[in-house]
């Protein structure tokens, strides 16, 4: 890892962004195949946010957060920070004067491999931050690490650039190129997902709607009357 | 494991049921003599609920939701599905159109030893769901399971039809044949603690309220003045 | 391990104590040098809650809460208990009747390395508690320990009388003679705080505002251009 | 649970349960169609041993052994006592006088849902455990618990009679009236197993052995020479 | 914290120890009273060491291990070198090199929470370690701890000069003050263990040699034939 | 992903490779500037072995090993072949028949970020494997995943032709392009450690080899000589 910051990165589609932020996580990863998805530790430190924009990566040290300071200057409007680090940590190494400090940059919030602090400051501020713990303890600004270079962020390798789109059921990375074809794939989906709920909704069953009966069948299972039949 | 669905399940009494509804987990796991409890990592999705049901037993293998879809067809109003996996797993296989069917059949809510996804979704449509994780990660219909057979699902085991209960504190199994004594054994529980509440608010020790004062003696306590008589 | 109670402990300054519980956990901790954080499993029942006070230590046994009762008559107003385990354990030590009890004598709230049961119960009656889970798992009042004696809570040693600082962002401890020389640390790191968060906001890079760019260049930080210069 | 003890126990044939030890833990958990196995958490305290015997079922309170020893006398030569527990716990509920005494009974090892201890007494005794932890902490005997009931010990069901299959692979538990059928399978899939690991071993591939190729294409897989092809 | 070294420390008594260390963990866990243990989570690098010593104490930051350059200094011939740390970590904070720096000034071995590397050197020089973790995740030298302070290492609290025992089954810290009591009640236990112990391997169940048929009764414990009669 | 197989990849340096498996995986790591190293979670289900060689990578779905078998045929001698998952796994996806068909195309071993099996039968055969546990659950061919496409394993991301260090004390992946500067480094380390080991091992204190005196002071570090002058 060389100690770099790379200054200007290409980020992914503005409109693509867009519907994946209305559509959110699920939706998404479902519409990349089922990959993408950051492991389920990283939680969201208040519910109820759903943010996409594209990605400013950061690789930093456990328990050192001077990258952090140095990202904050490469971030445009609609960014999304995203914070790799090369061990496993649970460190507070973000909290509300670095939110203060993104949020001025508007930058629309924060998914960190680490910890957080000052989370109910973070709250009444409505800054996002997805982490993989919450805790108080202190960092230091010692150790170098880069900024926009490829980093691994809780088991998906993210490109600068590259989409984030989390909310309450988690984060999921979409590299850029495959953006516009993802947020499309993802809006059919929903648009399907609408008449099938509605379905549902008034009785219909999964087995009729999706015809699993005769695969089922087909497969090997069988009904019986009575427990004492099996 | 056979691939079976058991469609006649004899249900635990109703009356019993409603009685743990009212009085919640740890009464209910206190009167069934400190046993039936799910692992503390079962945790409900959003918080509030407090519900008792039947339970509609599903056994899933990981990743896999195709049972889920034949276990509904399975449920009656006031059912409770209950979801143990054959590996541990952390996938998200229960969503909002899963809920939507649950729902229109009348079931209570979801007990699932794996992931569940779209929660904020299924906190806006009042569905309580207890799970292991949060996680978007999507699944398969690919192998056959069984349903309304026993399964152990987060270190308990359950037969059809036993009665769960769920609420934050967690989720609790009562053996459908004791569901009647335990109901009684809970609620005369819970008359009890009425009395002990307003006692202890009004300033009463429980060392005195529980007589605890000569058997502590007894055991050899030794009430000292200062930290240097230790 | 004597199976003691030790009646009159020295509480720390309790100017100090209002202080800490004004600026929290992560203040707190920084102005002890960053250390005294309990690890990071230590959660809240129930979110927003901010209290300090000195400690009434329980050294107890896993699944047995029978010093609990005994340390409630040691509280007085304000104090806050700390119960650490001899062995690692999850049960529900803790619930709404102790909470009703420790809440009537005027303690603030509870710290237990252990489970706590009736949470919902508690947050309603607004007594606060930091635990490592929750759980409905009753336990038993048949082994000795010990109040007010050091004991290991979550990784950190306390002293009884010792200032206990807990919000969301978990749990420190000071040790008492301390107090005052830290409460006047963290008020100074606070008013600090205060200024830069104010020019954060208008969008002062931390980079500029704490003089970074320098020692950065030193330590060996390059910016390229574009990702291929890397 | 009630506190009982049951005599007379119905074994699973031992035939069966010779040629599960001779075939192991994973061609056995094939053979029953890939269920019944314990949690990967339970270790072997020393590596090598590979047993099969009927299962003496103990139900345990968490730091408990008392129903340790009565289960002791309810195990015959070849017997394999299987512990389970009502809440999580690690702390070390066996050593080596248990160890001993079980060994003098004729049993051929433990399995235990919690911790150990004297694992080296045990290995120099050649004893086989398999636990959850390795740990010191010492135990009390004040709660019953039962001896031959069904318990759930690492996510599984135990039947008593059941058979226990246990080796570095984890540990396996097949349900006593399969236990012939299940035998059976074991056996055939190991001869299956010869024949093809002497082909692997020459260097015929897996993908040509079981006719692969032509299932990969219609599902859609698809080679290329390089990397930028993709 | 202060960033201080003490140099005189109080060690405890030289023939307590080699008691201890003689009788091992398990039994010396015991003889203080059932406290006293490191959590489960430490392991040695390689099995078969049991040593015992005066502790030196090592309070680090997490991914620093300029403290034990320090601290090694203050070691002398038989003293066990104790590393706590101000946050949960896992990088390898020891390896080959201060393994042979620690033996040549006599030490006999170390036990830090956090992470150990060059374990096969280590293992081959026969310098045995307990740690928390195997990572060979490298660290930095840049900030200061303490050395010989009392510190909290895997959940137990030390001071400078305290007993360590350390085996297979974990690591036991007895206070200096107590070590001559402890050690003298050890040994009685393991000489009464002696006999049990031939007596357990001649075949007498526990619940004749103990007389646990009286009390079992007495609490409740009930005998059936059969399944069918629970 | 797209289901793939790429044929031809570009292999790192072989000279570079086999300086770093004589050098093992903590001086590679500490030579790549202390990065690239895979969480410790990952362990070799036997130790004693290290090796080193070019990555053949592989995703798979979590509990499918279909695409290992695709895999074994695009391994040349001296390949290592490295396995990630689309989401958190343990099942064993990796066992004797599949460690005989890697071993007879000349691999020198398999990275799985899941499950293995037939551990003491891979054991005997002296084919090392690293992977995040051991487990006897089977898996299934049913859904197609890629080969020698970039991948993330243990949270390293790893291009195909990746340099893989492995042994006791876990796996480092040096990216191709660095390899040769990486294992110049590596020596250059190693030989200077030699020199340090010689002076260490005759009582030099690392406090004069490395001159840390100064510094340490500088820093505030501060020798008192009794415990009452903290």
Redesign the interface.
């Given at each position: 890892?060389?100690?770099?910051?790379?200054?200007?990165?290409k980020r992914a589609d503005g409109n693509a962004i867009g519907t994946m932020q209305a559509l959110g996580?699920?939706t998404t990863?479902?519409a990349l195949?089922?990959?993408g998805?950051m492991?389920?530790y990283m939680?969201p430190i208040w519910?109820?946010a759903?943010i996409a924009g594209p990605a400013v990566t950061v690789?930093a040290?456990?328990?050192d957060n001077?990258m952090i300071?140095?990202a904050?200057?490469q971030c445009q409007p609609g960014d999304i920070m995203v914070v790799g680090c090369?061990?496993?940590?649970?460190?507070?190494m973000f909290?509300?004067?670095?939110g203060?400090?993104l949020?001025?940059?508007g930058a629309k919030g924060l998914i960190i491999d680490a910890?957080c602090?000052?989370?109910?400051e973070l709250k009444e501020m409505g800054f996002p931050v997805w982490s993989r713990?919450?805790?108080?303890?202190?960092t230091?600004?010692?150790?170098?690490g880069a900024v926009?270079?490829?980093v691994?962020c809780a088991?998906?390798?993210i490109e600068?650039g590259d989409v984030v789109v989390a909310?309450?059921?988690?984060v999921?990375i979409v590299p850029k190129k495959l953006a516009v074809e993802v947020a499309a794939k993802a809006q059919k989906r929903s648009d399907d997902?609408g008449a099938?709920?509605t379905k549902?909704?008034?009785?219909t069953?999964?087995?009729d709607m999706?015809n699993?009966r005769e695969p089922?069948a087909k497969?090997?299972?069988?009904?019986?009357?009575?427990?004492e039949?099996?």
């Open positions: 890892m060389k100690p770099v910051v790379v200054r200007n990165i996580v699920s990863h479902e195949g089922r990959s998805l492991k389920p939680r519910a109820g759903c690789l040290q456990p328990g001077w300071h140095v904050i200057e090369t061990a496993d940590n649970t460190d507070g909290g509300d004067l670095l203060t400090s949020k001025a940059r910890g602090r000052d989370v109910s713990a919450i805790s108080a303890k202190g230091v600004k010692a150790t170098l926009n270079i490829p691994v088991g998906v390798n600068p909310d309450d059921d988690g999921v997902e099938k709920r549902l909704a008034a009785g069953l999964g087995l999706y699993m089922l497969a090997g299972l069988v009904y019986v009357d009575n427990p039949d099996v």
